[in-house]
């Protein structure tokens, strides 16, 4: 069992998966995330959308280690209010590269903060005879 705090265990993972809902229909959307100063901050493409529902809005993010194998794995999921923002410098440094292209077209970021709550971590303990076998 992971001894981290869940917010510290997401810089092991680069992508998760956003939750909320736009005109009351919940969707899921990947994002790419980072940690800086106890926030987390997404990288989502424009051309989705989902920026428009999520400004201001209370979201649920996860990640998790599962398509790494081994013996330990673990799951993050954390709610808490999201905001588009303007990143400085430092911010998109720390994103790395962005994908050429997001379901075909140009890749547009769009970058949220959010203020983890409620933050919980679930983990799978395999024997180290046994380890998970259904990794990508």
């Given at each position: ?70 013996t330990a794995m673990w799951s993050v999921q954390f709610t808490g209010l999201a905001e588009i923002i ?29 203020e983890p709550q409620f933050a919980t971590v679930h983990t799978l303990d395999y024997l180290s005879e ?7």
């Amino acid at each position: 069992m992971p001894t981290e705090d869940p917010i510290s265990l997401l810089s092991g993972v680069s992508y998760g998966r956003l939750a909320t809902s736009m005109r009351a229909m919940p969707f899921v959307a990947p994002a790419r995330h980072i940690t800086l100063d106890g926030a987390v901050f997404l990288r989502i493409h424009r051309g989705f959308g989902y920026h428009r529902s999520i400004d201001r809005s209370v979201v649920a993010y996860g990640a998790d280690n599962f398509t790494e194998g081994g013996t330990a794995m673990w799951s993050v999921q954390f709610t808490g209010l999201a905001e588009i923002i303007e990143p400085d410098e430092r911010t998109v440094r720390a994103f790395g590269a962005e994908p050429h292209r997001a379901d075909g077209k140009p890749f547009e970021p769009v970058y949220l903060r959010i203020e983890p709550q409620f933050a919980t971590v679930h983990t799978l303990d395999y024997l180290s005879e046994q380890p998970n076998q259904h990794a990508a």
